[in-house]
């Protein structure tokens, strides 16, 4: 199972927003829509930020978003701030019955 | 508090073997579906293993099956991976992840255990 495909990095400005893309194939990203995204400070274990496509678990922010079209899903982080500072993974259920990350995304906050 | 704790990590020679253990509280632990996920060095994230419930289910990634062992041990609340004849690219932080919230993803994660493989 290969890994997703994220850009290595993206930045913006505080108050932009920044969208990362994950890229996969129709046996997982297309295929599911069990497609998660995790944030990642540097030390610390990922929290989860999106799950199924779109939804927000208890607590997270509604600055971040997600979507899917095809076999790329994306993250969006609307009104930037400096603690959204760290790397972001997506996440799919694939069709053997496991489970696929993304290369990872590293987010500056300029 | 809903809790995961990793132990067992260390340093091991290439060829070696190594028992990782994740201890759950908070929860009823019998009733949830484990994995494990680790991370290389500067690198990424990267699914290792999943046990159902019960652990009549259980899954591998291909570069780890034939030598990795996922098992768990409900009256204890604990999850384990035996891992054998390891290699310099096992090196990683070792998570153990559930599915707690009913959600289809990893919302409960441990801090993570370190397992390097050199001589």
């Known amino acids: 199972q290969s890994a997703l495909t994220q850009p290595a990095s993206v930045s913006g400005s505080p108050g932009q927003s920044i969208t990362i893309s994950c890229t996969g194939t129709?046996?997982?990203?297309?295929?599911?829509?069990?497609v998660s995204w995790y944030q990642q400070h540097p030390g610390k274990a990922p929290k989860l930020m999106i799950y199924?496509?779109?939804n927000r678990p208890s607590g997270v922010s509604n600055r971040f978003s997600g979507s899917k079209s095809g076999n790329t899903a994306s993250l969006t982080i609307s009104g930037l701030q400096a603690e959204d500072e760290a790397d972001y993974y997506c996440?799919?259920?694939?069709?053997?019955?496991?489970?696929?990350f993304g290369g990872g995304t590293k987010l500056t906050v300029l | 508090e809903v809790q995961l704790v990793e132990s067992g990590g260390g340093l091991v020679q290439p060829g070696g073997s190594l028992r990782l253990s994740c201890a759950a509280s908070?929860?009823?632990?019998?009733?949830?579906?484990m994995n494990w996920v680790r991370q290389a060095p500067g690198k990424g994230l990267e699914w290792v293993s999943y046990?159902?419930?019960?652990?009549?289910?259980?899954y591998y990634a291909d570069s780890v099956k034939g030598r990795f062992t996922i098992s768990r041990d409900n009256a204890k609340n604990s999850l384990y991976l035996q891992m054998n004849s390891l290699r310099a690219e096992d090196t990683a932080v070792y998570y153990c992840?559930?599915?707690?919230?009913?959600?289809?993803?990893?919302?409960?994660w441990g801090q993570g255990t370190m397992v390097t493989v050199s001589s």
């Open positions: 996440s799919s259920y694939t069709s053997s019955s496991s489970w696929v």
């Open positions: 046990i159902s419930s019960s652990g009549s289910t259980i």
């Open positions: 129709s046996s997982d990203v297309g295929g599911y829509n069990y």
């Open positions: 908070g929860f009823t632990f019998s009733s949830y579906e």
């Open positions: 992840a559930t599915e707690y919230g009913g959600v289809d993803a990893f919302d409960i």
């Open positions: 199924d496509v779109s």
